[in-house]
């Protein structure tokens, strides 16, 4: 068994604590007869049941399996940024940009995506895509809850 777990990705989940506005991290793992764990709060709820009250006052992310360019795990809700260096022959551009996108669960297409339609793995490389430009590799730099401002910063 320990030779297919070397196959496996790693299935975990964060918890938004919209009350506490933080994180409780690895909650598949919560252990609720233990008292001192704050995941206590999760009582009944979780793992066996979820109902709408766990979502009242907890927001639900996934783990996506993936790493960004510093090795920091990328979950749902999480705002990577893209630097990425355009070219455009024959005129004077020459920049590099960086676009803020956040990585969502996309239920229509059963995987993880950002922009809306574009899967997150097509974006975790460094490199040439088919476009032609330059991208380093993605970075964490925030997530929803905490810095949804990086994502409007682009749509100015």
Do not use: C
């Not at 109902?51 to 990577?80: A, C, S």
């Amino acid at each position: 068994m320990k030779e297919l777990r070397h196959f496996m990705r790693d299935i975990k989940f964060r918890a938004w604590d919209k009350q506490n506005k933080r994180y409780e991290y690895d909650i598949q793992d919560a252990d609720l007869s233990e008292t001192e764990r704050s995941m206590e709060r999760f009582g009944d709820y979780f793992p066996s049941e979820f109902n709408g009250k766990l979502y009242d006052d907890f927001d639900i992310e996934q783990y996506t399996g993936l790493k960004d360019k510093n090795g920091k795990e990328i979950y749902e809700g999480d705002i990577i940024k893209i630097h990425t260096h355009y070219i455009f022959y024959g005129t004077d551009v020459d920049d590099w940009d960086d676009e803020h996108a956040l990585v969502e669960w996309s239920e229509e297409y059963g995987g993880f995506f950002i922009y809306g339609e574009t899967p997150l793995w097509e974006v975790l490389f460094e490199g040439n895509p088919k476009d032609g430009f330059y991208h380093d590799y993605p970075e964490v730099v925030g997530n929803i809850h905490e810095n949804p401002e990086l994502l409007e910063e682009d749509d100015d």
